[in-house]
């Protein structure tokens, strides 16, 4: 698992001396009270002075609102427990919407804006960097909370909702991690492992191939050289069983893509699935040209050519007992013909895939038997009792 390491850099905290300002009124005892450490004491009069009515215009200072943001971050960061029912995320809200005040108050000159911005970033960085320190120890949940307060700071951040959706997924909070990823989308910031990370949660774990579709055209409409979307796409309508779109999109997709083996495959697909094996055969076949080395085409299309064979030995046993005598060489060497066409193909797979199927081997094992190749079916028989464990 990937470590977050995220580096923050902001100024120094710096601060703030007036001169020879001689501290009058609540906002003055404040600021006071806060270098004194004593941040009940300057919550109470901060607070006090933020009531004062129009008369005493005393919100009109961007001054005030910075020290407000000051008291209020200082709450939110104090480690202690003496003021901890005073800070959490309440406190953090109060002092970024104080600090946003002062930068929509003053010119970006102004000290209080370099001030305010300053302890901006601090804030940021040291969330931020609590949620990286959270995953590392594998606290997910935590982390992801850590991530999310993060956009209190900066809303809308990439960095925050990347990781909080990541921190979410490895909690298995699959909402929470859809609600961070589709924010990126929403805000264009998404890349393309994050419309992936959401077609997969909404594929595996919410079982919702409607919003999987929705989400793989908005992929393919912002990557749209991304032939594995494509192809995703075309997956998932096979799956919806929306066969007329997906032959479309597969026939527009072999039109812009005249060599790509895997649209011969899902079209061969589509054709089988339908029960028309000339349409399989045809595609599969394609796709075998074009790649030798696909298992899936080589495997699939003896499928289809084996499934014609006993089809026609179905016919046959199904006959009167009369007839069976009569005509049964006849269907047998129909059906050999057809087991003659899927042997090449079941023996390509099973060079591709030597030891992973035996399902495979056994039916090939099949075929050499029904076209009298006694020395291969003996050799596979050996191979198959080998993988079987006998």
Known sequence: MKQLVFAVLFVGVTTITYGQYVPKGKTSKAE???????????????????????????????????????????????????FKNLGGEEALKTAIESYNKVLEMDKETSSFVIFANQDINQLYGNVINKGAEAYNENNFKDAYQQFITALIV????????????????????????????????????????TYKTIIFIYRTEKKDMESVLKYVDLAIEKFPENNELVQEKITTLILMEEVDRAKSELEAAISKEPTNFLYYYFLGYLYDQQ??????????GKAVELNPEYYEANYNLGVVYYGKARDILSELNNLPLNEFRKKEQEYVDKASEHFKESLPYFEQAAKIKPDEDVQLLETLQGVYIRLKMTDKADALEAKIKALNGQ
């Not at 008369?55 to 003496?82: A, F, H, M, P, Q």
């Not at 029960?275 to 599969?284: K, L, Q, V």
């Open 32 to 82: 006071i009270a806060l270098q004194q450490g004593k941040l009940d004491i300057a919550k109470a009069e901060i607070d006090e002075a933020f009531k004062v009515d129009n008369k005493g215009k005393v919100t009109s200072s961007s001054k005030n609102w910075y020290t407000r943001g000051k008291i209020y971050k200082s709450l939110y960061l104090d480690d202690s427990t003496e």
């Open 154 to 193: 900066q809303p809308g951040d990439t960095t925050a909702l990347l990781y909080g959706g990541v921190s979410a997924q490895q909690a298995e909070m699959p909402d929470e991690a859809l609600s961070c990823f589709e924010t990126l989308v929403e805000n264009g910031d998404a890349n393309l492992d």
């Open 275 to 284: 029960g028309d094996r000339d349409g399989a055969i045809e595609n599969y």
